[in-house]
């Protein structure tokens, strides 16, 4: 993926012009289920010619097995993981959560009597709410509902998530704080202004 330091109108140009999508005359505003991305040509290109199984010593093999290795690694760099150890592809972001959940449920991290907070209002795939209340539902945990507020009285659909409103939520039995970083319908970026007290964890999609 192209990457520009965004300092200036031409550098936006510039970045705006890896994104054909974008001169149909929309603003995409959606979450990453309706990302528009700059590297179809290159998924193309693996898939027409080094999709093959891994793990064989033959030179398409070896050409495929570096090209997983480079997406790892500006996985990596994207999300500033500490090793390689922490980046994994799955088949989907909710795939990836559902897995993380049941393993945490069968290793005893998380159990009876434990606290999950969500974002109330959110579809069931962004943060994964819906797995999140079958993972409270198998281990007898409570979900609590950080809610949204109006962002002014005569704009009732502008809203936002204040964190005063979700420092009340977390508890000593609190476990699990799970939002979106960047949610599709408040346009609003919510992770730098979030200071987490008792909860082990907090997860951000």
Same mark, same amino acid.
């Given at each position: 993926?192209?990457?520009?330091?965004?300092?200036?109108?031409?550098?936006?140009?510039?970045?705006?012009?890896?994104?054909?999508? #974008?001169?149909?005359?929309?603003?995409?505003?959606?979450?990453?289920?309706?990302?528009?991305?700059?590297?179809?040509?290159?998924?193309?290109?693996?898939?027409?010619?080094?999709?093959?199984?891994?793990?064989?010593?033959?030179?398409?093999?070896? @050409?495929?097995?570096?090209?997983?290795q480079e997406g790892k690694e500006a996985a990596m760099k994207l999300?500033?993981?500490?090793?390689?150890?922490?980046?994994?592809?799955?088949?989907?972001?909710?795939?990836?959560?559902?897995?993380?959940?049941?393993?945490?449920?069968?290793?005893?991290?998380?159990?009876?009597?434990?606290?999950?907070?969500?974002?109330?209002?959110?579809?069931?795939?962004?943060?994964?709410?819906? #797995?999140?209340?079958? #993972?409270?539902?198998?281990?007898?945990?409570?979900?609590?509902?950080?809610?949204?507020?109006?962002?002014?009285?005569?704009?009732?659909?502008?809203?936002?998530?204040?964190?005063?409103?979700?420092?009340?939520?977390?508890? @000593?039995?609190?476990?699990?704080?799970?939002?979106?970083?960047? #949610?599709?319908?408040?346009?609003?970026?919510?992770? @730098?202004?979030?200071?987490?007290?008792?909860?082990?964890?907090?997860?951000?999609?």
């Amino acid at each position: 993926m192209a990457r520009f330091p965004i300092d200036s109108d031409d550098d936006v140009d510039k970045a705006r012009s890896h994104l054909p999508a #974008l001169k149909a005359g929309y603003t995409y505003t959606d979450n990453a289920g309706g990302s528009q991305i700059d590297a179809a040509n290159r998924i193309a290109e693996y898939l027409l010619y080094t999709n093959v199984q891994l793990g064989a010593g033959y030179s398409v093999c070896a @050409q495929s097995a570096r090209r997983v290795q480079e997406g790892k690694e500006a996985a990596m760099k994207l999300l500033n993981a500490a090793s390689l150890d922490e980046i994994v592809f799955e088949g989907s972001s909710t795939g990836n959560m559902d897995t993380l959940m049941k393993r945490m449920g069968a290793d005893g991290e998380i159990g009876s009597g434990d606290e999950i907070v969500v974002m109330a209002g959110e579809h069931e795939a962004t943060a994964n709410n819906g #797995l999140w209340k079958k #993972l409270a539902a198998r281990h007898g945990i409570e979900i609590k509902y950080w809610r949204a507020t109006s962002t002014s009285p005569d704009k009732p659909f502008s809203i936002t998530h204040k964190t005063q409103d979700l420092v009340p939520l977390i508890s @000593q039995r609190t476990r699990i704080v799970a939002f979106s970083a960047c #949610l599709n319908i408040g346009m609003s970026v919510l992770w @730098q202004s979030i200071r987490f007290g008792g909860a082990s964890w907090a997860v951000t999609s």
